[in-house]
């Protein structure tokens, strides 16, 4: 089983930057994939940004040019690097793990952008 622990959210004035972590533990045979998602109160969870374990990455349009995905400790840790950060950036994040065709989430960590 896998375990995620992510960190670094918080609250932070827009046009502010923020870095979440998320680091993988446990039983982990191969991941294919990370991921960051969040979920803003009263809406569906959107992937923000993702990348494989060769390094290919993508982006919501919406954080394109804002966020960097990156991923370190033999793929076994993901980041989120968010920049100019708008209000409308407010939600819980959460790191998703896809390890061999098993996805994993982890138990979310929250970003407050206020005006």
């Known amino acids: 089983q896998v375990q995620l622990v992510e960190s670094g959210g918080g609250l932070v004035q827009a046009g502010g930057s923020l870095t979440l972590s998320c680091a993988a533990s446990g039983i982990i045979f191969r991941i294919n994939s990370m991921a960051w998602y969040r979920q803003a109160p009263g809406k569906q969870r959107e992937l923000v940004a993702a990348i494989t374990s060769g390094a290919s990455t993508a982006y919501a349009d919406s954080v394109k040019g804002r966020f960097t995905i990156s991923m370190a400790n033999a793929g076994k840790t993901v980041y989120l690097q968010m920049s100019s950060l708008k209000p409308e950036d407010t939600a819980v994040y959460y790191c998703?793990?896809?390890?061999?065709?098993?996805?994993?989430w982890g138990q979310g960590t929250l970003v407050n952008v206020s005006e």
């Open positions: 998703y793990v896809v390890d061999l065709r098993t996805g994993h």
